[in-house]
């Protein structure tokens, strides 16, 4: 059983537009609407590929309401709590080349009455899980370190667990040893203050967040696949997409494959490899389905070039 937490979970809005042009009016040609949020989109993939999963979000008025059927609808078991501030919506908007514009909500400010219930929650129902995955932004107001405070308490209840977060909330998660952390290229980079330009940068600095207390760093670079650094050492590879329609959750859907691959060594990273290109290749956020998923296309370098620099 992996258990997720999404502290700030949205309804995210997917857009499809002609031409977005700053400063005018555009009409949109679809929307779609998902359950989102980084935890919630674990859970979404894991579901999808039949492993058992539990997500735990706050829930706020009537999107937090809508987020709840939604997650339900697809058969997701999941523990809401309750809150006074509005869930928000997170929007992205996709042109036709597959440009894609993101505007995130930073939610509502969470109580420390609520804090404290949902983290009791999340306890409660990590118990016995082999994971506990704390994923995105936190919501106004919540203490940076709430990550390496959970951790702390997971780990000591012999619960392994997974960060997927940025800034501060990263480093100390990080400082507080989890078992794995899932930094993009930006949030590698932002943790370690200076930039990611190549494959080799990408290395040392996964390196250094092990050197400060994570276990393994599975740190994803976007078009150019991905970067493992665990006790066992290097693993790089890729999974080309030639036409990507939304990468929305492509890191979710990582963290996912991952993870259900026992999130060790080059297996583990093939598979997370897999599904983020499945998902890449599905619209909006949606999450790949067994039939979605290609494991012919990855390619775990033997060799890899690390002065390769990353694309732009
Ligand atoms: N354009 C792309 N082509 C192929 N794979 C991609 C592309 N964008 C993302 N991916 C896959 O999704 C993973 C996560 O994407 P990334 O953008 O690094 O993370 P996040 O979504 O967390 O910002 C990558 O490691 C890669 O496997
Ligand atoms: O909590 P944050 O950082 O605002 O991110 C939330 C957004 O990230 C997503 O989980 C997508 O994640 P990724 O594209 O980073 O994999 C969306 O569902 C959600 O709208």
Not at 42 to 53: D, F, G, I, K, Y
Not at 150 to 158: D, H, K, R
Not at 160 to 187: F, M
Not at 211 to 240: H, N, Q, Y
Request: hydrophobic share 45%; with cysteine; glycine share 12%.
């Amino acid at each position: 059983m992996i258990v997720t937490l999404t502290l700030n979970p949205s309804l995210d809005r997917t857009i499809d537009v002609d031409r977005l042009v700053k400063g005018t009016m555009t009409r949109a040609r679809s929307v779609r609407i998902d359950p989102g949020g980084k935890g919630v989109n674990v859970s979404r993939a894991l579901l999808a590929n039949r492993v058992p999963t539990v997500a735990v979000v706050t829930s706020g008025g009537a999107d937090g309401e809508q987020l709840v059927r939604l997650l339900e609808g697809d058969g997701i078991a999941v523990h809401a709590v309750p809150v006074a501030g509005r869930t928000r919506s997170n929007v992205t908007i996709v042109e036709p080349d597959g440009v894609v514009t993101k505007l995130n909500e930073p939610g509502e400010p969470l109580s420390r009455e609520e804090l404290d219930a949902v983290a009791d929650v999340v306890l409660d129902e990590a118990e016995g899980a082999s994971w506990a995955v704390t994923c995105g932004s936190l919501p106004p107001g919540v203490p940076a370190d709430i990550y390496a405070r959970l951790c702390e308490f997971f780990t000591s209840a012999g619960v392994r667990v997974a960060v997927d977060a940025s800034g501060p909330a990263l480093l100390a998660a990080v400082g507080a040893g989890p078992h794995l952390v899932k930094p993009n290229r930006d949030e590698l980079a932002e943790a370690v203050g200076r930039p990611v330009a190549s494959v080799g940068d990408a290395v040392e600095a996964a390196r250094e967040l092990r050197e400060r207390g994570a276990g393994t760093v599975l740190a994803s670079l976007g078009a150019d696949g991905a970067v493992l650094v665990d006790e066992d050492g290097v693993t790089i590879g890729t999974a080309p997409v030639s036409e990507p329609r939304s990468t929305v959750g492509a890191g979710d859907a990582l963290l996912a494959g991952f993870l259900a691959a026992g999130a060790r060594g080059a297996p583990a990273l093939a598979e997370g490899l897999a599904w983020g290109a499945a998902a890449v290749r599905l619209p909006a956020s949606r999450m790949p389905r067994p039939d979605d998923i290609r494991r012919d296309i990855v390619r775990i370098d033997a060799r890899p070039d690390l002065g390769r620099s990353l694309i732009a």
